[in-house]
């Protein structure tokens, strides 16, 4: 059983580290520019990861009750299911979905 | 758990347990993810058809905005900080990391601010193509949403500076934080969307 003081280091991340880390993955994104890589399949999920990070940590997500993720979920799932649906009817044509 | 402090003003228990003003935050939250993925998307299907330059490849600036997406995260750690300060107590702490929060939100809106600038010399406006029609709409709207930002901010420094944010009693705080840190969100798919893909 965990005593007050470890539930409340847990509950606080290291909020510096999530900090470096987002710095890192920064640098990284613009980084991919600079290269010959093929830019969506790497800098998409690099962006997701960095505000997977800033909800679940600096927005206590992780930590809090699971209601406050079923309304921010609802509203991320609505919105991603517009953005994909609506660039899979008109996608861009550098995309060359079509 | 976090110390939610549930007790609404009124003094009865919510029903669900979690403090109302809490629920509505995220609710509010939910409904600007819809919003802004509107926003995107359109930007993202008009990207490449504006029939007249200035076109994104040539008009973005990657380094301001890189140093401006620096900022914003920075203003997310130091919003992180003044939460964590007052849930230890730290009075002058909260006020410290509270005004960093809106000093580096200010420095962003000047950031962005020289960016339209910059694309304004070009001949870049709402009316002009459609790159910066969606651009302008995307980025205006949520410039204003970090201006809003730090105006409830800068409120929330007012009431610590009275005395009205305690350990027990900084959900005010908190709020703005979680409002806050979704406005850096949002930016970190913005950068990543416009101008690096």
């Not at chain 1, 580290?17 to 991919?32: A, D, N, P, Q, S």
């Not at chain 2, 000093?103 to 304004?120: N, S």
Request: aromatic residues 10%.
């Amino acid at each position: 059983m965990e005593t007050p003081k470890e539930v409340e280091k847990r509950s606080h991340p290291n909020y510096v580290g999530v900090f470096i880390i987002l710095g890192v993955l920064t640098l990284i994104e613009i980084g991919v520019t600079y290269l010959p890589l093929p830019r969506i399949p790497v800098l998409v999920p690099l962006a997701i990861l960095k505000a997977a990070l800033v909800a679940l940590y600096y927005m206590h997500l992780k930590f809090d009750r699971r209601v406050f993720t079923a309304l921010f979920a609802m509203g991320l799932i609505m919105g991603v299911g517009l953005l994909i649906s609506l660039v899979i009817i008109f996608a861009p044509p550098a995309l060359d979905l079509k | 758990m976090m110390n939610e402090n549930i007790t609404s003003p009124s003094g009865e228990t919510p029903s669900m347990g979690v403090d109302n003003r809490k629920l509505g935050i995220w609710t509010l939250l939910g409904s600007e993810a819809v919003f802004f993925s509107a926003l995107i998307t359109t930007y993202l299907v008009n990207r490449d058809k504006s029939v007249v330059g200035p076109f994104p490849h040539e008009a973005l600036d990657i380094p301001l905005t890189a140093f401006n997406t620096f900022v914003l995260i920075c203003s997310s750690l130091t919003m992180v900080t003044a939460l964590a300060a007052i849930q230890q107590g730290d009075q002058r702490g909260v006020r410290r990391w509270l005004i960093a929060t809106a000093a580096l939100g200010l420095v962003f809106l000047g950031g962005q601010a020289t960016e339209f600038t910059m694309l304004a010399n070009m001949g870049l406006s709402l009316g002009h193509n459609l790159f910066g029609a969606t651009f302008f709409t995307l980025t205006g709207f949520h410039g204003t949403h970090v201006l809003v930002g730090v105006i409830w901010i800068t409120y929330v420094i007012i009431r610590a500076y009275q005395g009205g944010v305690t350990k027990t009693n900084h959900l005010a705080v908190e709020l703005a934080g979680l409002y806050w840190h979704f406005v850096d969100l949002v930016w970190i798919i913005i950068f990543t969307v416009v101008y690096l893909i």
